[in-house]
T-cell receptor, first 113, second 114 residues
């Protein structure tokens, strides 16, 4: 079974731009969660999607948004990028709920200059 | 306010000895706990979990202990091997999934010395 895939793996943007990251969950998994990892803050929950609906949302500004498609693939978008958005963005999939074991993708390393 | 705390940013252990990684939490609603291991340039991988109805869960060299009254859990690795060198994250979830998904600690970098 293929694991969680994320594209692109690396991305460099400048302040004010926007970015879209993509995540393909493990086949059969319907829940996709996004996390931001920074050295100072560790792993922080962004949001979770299940059956194309945002089910949970972390404490991030509205510049961070996401969506999920009918095939469970998910995208997250960050608009008006700030230097502090530089981080590793991780996507995790699980069968139905974050309480289930979550499988993480390799992440997208975003650098904002 | 950090709800899941891993107070040791790093830990160095000799190969063959026991590694003990600690995690404290403040939210009494948490009832499911997980440990993840992360190598550089890779996403975290699930290691072991424990439900609050248990106080111990064992899987091979890995054992997780939960002390609900102290709001403390620990991960024991014995014997420690070089391949165990990684960052270990403790994570917690509340019964309804909560508004925060999984809440992670900041991680402990375990270094196994030969």
């Amino acid at each position: 079974k293929a694991g969680v895939t994320q594209t692109p793996r690396y991305l460099i943007k400048t302040r004010g731009q926007q970015v879209t990251l993509s995540c393909s969950p493990i086949s059969g998994h319907r829940s996709v969660s996004w996390y931001q990892q920074t050295p100072g803050q560790g792993l922080q929950f962004l949001f979770e999607y299940f059956s194309e609906t945002q089910r949970n949302k972390g404490n991030f500004p509205g510049r961070f948004s996401g969506r999920q498609f009918s095939n469970s693939r998910s995208e997250m978008n960050v608009s008006t990028l700030e230097l502090g958005d530089s981080a590793l963005y991780l996507c995790a999939s699980s069968l139905a709920h974050t309480n289930n074991e979550q499988f993480f993708g390799p992440g997208t390393r975003l650098t904002v200059l | 306010d950090q709800q899941v705390k891993q107070n040791s940013p790093s830990l160095s252990v000799q190969e063959g000895r026991i590694s003990i990684l600690n995690c404290d939490y403040t939210n009494s609603m948490f009832d499911y706990f997980l440990w993840y291991k992360k190598y550089p340039a890779e996403g975290p991988t699930f290691l072991i979990s424990i439900s609050s109805i248990k106080d111990k869960n064992e899987d091979g060299r890995f054992t997780v202990f939960l002390n609900k009254s102290a709001k403390h859990l620990s991960l024991h690795i014995v014997p420690s091997q070089p391949g165990d060198s990684a960052v270990y994250f403790c994570a917690a979830s509340d019964p309804g999934g909560g508004a925060d998904g999984l809440t992670f600690g900041k991680g402990t970098h375990l270094i196994i010395q030969p």
